[in-house]
C-alpha cells in the first residue's frame, strides 16, 4: 500500500477550494453512515441535510469532483465514498506520529478512528524518560531523542502535537526539520511553520469561549423578549451577522476546524 511520503492529495493539483475540502469530510461522514445502512443512493436535499449544508453548495462543491448524480435517481453512496475518500487520500496508508503521551495524546493513541480512514498511528513519542516502553494503546511510547530517526523509519508526513504549549514549537521545528509536512496542533498555542507545511489547530479552549459567546446572546434575546423589545433585538442582531458573512453566505471561522 502507498505511503503518504511519496503520494499527496489530489485536491490542491485539481484546484478544488479550501472551503469545499473543509466540507468533503462532513459528506463521506454521512455517506459512511448511509452505506453503513446499504442505502443505495441519495438525493443532494438528503445528504445536504444529514451533512448541515445547503443543498446548492453540496452540488457545486461535488461539481468540482466530477460528480453530478443522476436525474431523478440521486447519487450513488458507494461511488461517492470511493470518491470522496479518494479526493481526501484517505485511499492510501498514512503513518502517523504523535508527540506528547499525557492525558490528550492517550486519548487520541486510543481513538479508533483513525484506521478506518486510512490513518495509522505508526508512533507515539513523549519526552518523560519514564514513559519510554509504557504501551498505550499497544503501541509502546518512544523517547523524543529518537524523533528523527522514528519519522524516517516510518516514513511519515503526518505528525499530531499534544505537548505543553511551551513544547509545542520547538516539536514543530524538529518534526518539519525530519521531514513532515503536515501538522495536526493541539498545543493551545500557534505555530510558524515554513511555506509548504500544512498546519491544523484543534483549540477547545477557544471552541467553549465562542459556544458561551452563543449562550450570552441567547440568554439576551430570551431577556429581551421577555421585556418586551424581543423582535427589533432580533432583526439588529440578524443585520449584524448578515454584514459579517462571507461571500457563500458562511460566517467567517475563527479557527480552522
Known sequence: MATGRTHRPATRSRGIPEATVARLPLYLRALTALSERSVPTVSSEELAAAAGVNSAKLRKDFSYLGSYGTRGV????????????????????????????????????????????????????????????????????????????????????????????????????????????????????????????????VDLSIELQILAFHEQRKAGEEAAHSDGTGPAAVTREESDASADQGPDGDVPAVMPA
Open 74 to 201: 440521486g447519487y450513488d453512496v458507494e461511488y461517492l465514498v470511493y470518491q470522496i475518500s479518494r479526493e481526501l487520500g484517505l485511499t492510501q496508508d498514512w503513518p502517523v506520529v504523535i508527540v506528547g503521551i499525557g492525558n490528550l495524546g492517550a486519548a487520541l493513541a486510543n481513538y479508533g478512528g483513525f484506521a478506518s480512514r486510512g490513518f495509522r498511528v505508526a508512533a507515539l513519542i513523549d519526552a518523560d524518560p519514564a514513559m519510554a516502553g509504557k504501551p498505550v494503546a499497544g503501541i509502546p511510547v518512544q523517547h523524543s531523542d529518537d524523533l528523527e530517526k522514528i519519522i524516517q523509519d516510518n516514513g511519515v508526513s503526518i505528525g499530531v502535537i499534544a505537548t505543553p504549549a511551551g513544547a509545542a514549537q520547538a516539536v514543530c521545528d524538529r518534526l518539519v526539520a525530519a521531514g513532515v509536512t503536515s501538522i495536526l496542533n493541539f498545543a493551545p498555542t500557534v505555530l510558524t511553520v515554513p511555506d509548504g507545511v500544512d498546519v491544523r489547530k
